[in-house]
């Protein structure tokens, strides 16, 4: 059994920052990457940021340069930091861990979700 918690959301004025964490806990799985995707009113889930093996790390054009993401894989652990917020950024975040099980089948793992909301 995987677990994958989040925390760090919260409300924030326009112009703020915050900053989410993830770690995922369990047995008998290893992570390939690990996702920040998030899901506005009104609009499908997202893929924010990925962090890969090798420290690699992607973004969605709309939070790059405002946001940052950074862990460790090996130990299922990540941090989006997000600046510069806006309004559009409001949303339910939800961590996802890309891995593997003990039979190297791929598996996703995702967390309960943390809202963000940016207001003022």
């Known amino acids: 059994q995987v677990q994958v918690v989040e925390s760090g959301g919260g409300l924030v004025q326009p112009g703020g920052s915050l900053s989410l964490s993830c770690a995922a806990s369990g047995s008998s799985f290893s992570t390939d990457a690990m996702e920040w995707y998030r899901q506005s009113p009104g609009k499908q889930r997202e893929l924010v940021a990925t962090?890969?093996?090798?420290?690699?790390?992607n973004y969605a054009g709309s939070v790059k340069g405002r946001f940052t993401i950074s862990g460790d894989i090996v130990r299922s652990t990540v941090t989006l930091q997000m600046n510069s917020l806006q309004p559009e950024d409001t949303g339910v975040y939800y961590c996802?861990?890309?891995?593997?099980?003990?039979?190297?089948?791929?598996?996703?793992?995702w967390g309960q979700g943390t809202q963000v909301t940016v207001s003022s």
């Open positions: 962090l890969s093996r090798g420290g690699r790390t």
């Open positions: 996802r861990i890309r891995g593997r099980d003990v039979a190297l089948l791929a598996q996703y793992y």
